[in-house]
Structures are given as C-alpha cells and as structure tokens.
C-alpha cells in the first residue's frame, strides 16, 4: 500500500499540477500559479503523513459498514479509512478529505426544520445551494452544500440530513475545492448510499 499511496499521490499532483500549468504564461495569473504551487506543496506534505497505513486500513469502496455508537451504515469512498481517534470520521489521506458520520436523537422534520442557509452562515459557512434527496434505504434527506477556509485551503462541505420520526443522521463531507472535480461525486454517491 505505501507505494501504492506513493503513486497515487503522485498522479494526484501531476493533474493538479497540469491543470494549473496554463497558468505560466499570462503575467496577470502568475500570482494565482504561485498560489497554487504553494497550496500543491502543503498537499505534499499531507501526502507524506498518509504511508503508514497498510491495506487493509483502507476501504475498497464497497463494503458497506456500521458506524460503532450509531445505526447508520455507510459504503465509504475507496481508499478512506477510520480514523484511530473518532469513530464516526472517515478520512482520506492524501487529499485531505474526511466524511463524519453522526445520529441525533430527534425527528429529522424537526431538525430539517431549524436549519436553513441562515444557519449555516452565522456559523461562518458559505452558503452555496440545497436540494432534496433520497437515501439508499428509502428515506428522504436534504443535502446542504458550503464553502470555508481553514487557513490556506478553500474547502467545501457537503451536510446531509436524513432519518425518520425518532431519528437523524447528520452526516458532513469535506473536501479541498481543488480537488471537487475528482471527489464531489464520489463523496456524494457514498453519503446518499447510506442506510439508516
């Protein structure tokens, strides 16, 4: 698996790198290239930290599992793991994005009904859109999508909703924007694949 990781990163980087490669020859963007070389740096780093983990710490992206303290059962992405700390946060090392899985004791109507964008932006997101959803198991939801930025990383986090008249599954996903075109999907299809 390290070297696995190693590779992976490693075609992780190129691409961002590429992407951000027609950048060079317009004057007015080469702060913005800089920028992005400095942000590719410190994912290198991120990188690094993620090859002490050997494969079968990592999920194939099909098993389906139950999250411990909870009834909630997820499929997590390929390639994340548990973190050894919190059982409920699922992390993937080397983009540096994680899905938290949490269950609340009360009617989801009646927690969907407390939140709106308002809420989301007094906590100091940025509100970005919502749209209604199903679950795998049946149950309907609302999926919120936010930005923030934790230091020098734009991030976004999706917050799903879902559950019945006793309960609610609150689940986050975050995930660097750099990397939305090759996660988004990914992390949203795993999310929705829950079973609660």
């Known amino acids: 698996m390290k070297y696995l990781v190693q590779i992976m990163s490693f075609m992780v980087l190129t691409f961002a790198i590429m992407l951000s490669g027609h950048c060079q020859e317009q004057d007015s963007v080469?702060?913005?290239?800089?920028?992005?070389?400095?942000?590719?740096?410190?994912?290198?780093?991120?990188?690094?930290?993620?090859?002490?983990?050997?494969?079968?710490?990592?999920?194939?992206?099909?098993?389906?599992?139950?999250?411990?303290?909870?009834n909630i059962r997820i499929s997590p992405p390929k390639a994340f793991r548990l973190d050894e700390k919190q059982s409920n946060l699922l992390i993937q090392d080397w983009t540096g994005s994680n899905i938290l899985v949490q269950e609340i004791n009360a009617p989801y109507k009646k927690m969907l009904s407390g939140i709106n964008e308002e809420t989301f932006i007094k906590q100091g997101f940025e509100y970005i859109s919502s749209y209604d959803v199903f679950t795998k198991s049946g149950n309907e939801g609302k999926l919120f999508i936010l930005s923030f930025k934790t230091g020098e990383w734009e991030y976004e986090r999706m917050v799903l909703l879902s559950g019945n008249n006793q309960k609610t599954a609150w689940i986050s996903a975050n995930y660097p924007v750099i990397m939305r075109h090759l996660l988004y999907e990914i992390m949203e299809n795993s999310i929705l694949n829950i079973e609660f």
């Open 30 to 70: 080469n702060d913005k290239h800089k920028d992005i070389h400095k942000d590719l740096n410190e994912f290198s780093e991120i990188l690094k930290s993620s090859i002490n983990y050997s494969d079968e710490d990592y999920f194939d992206g099909k098993t389906s599992i139950l999250i411990k303290n909870t």
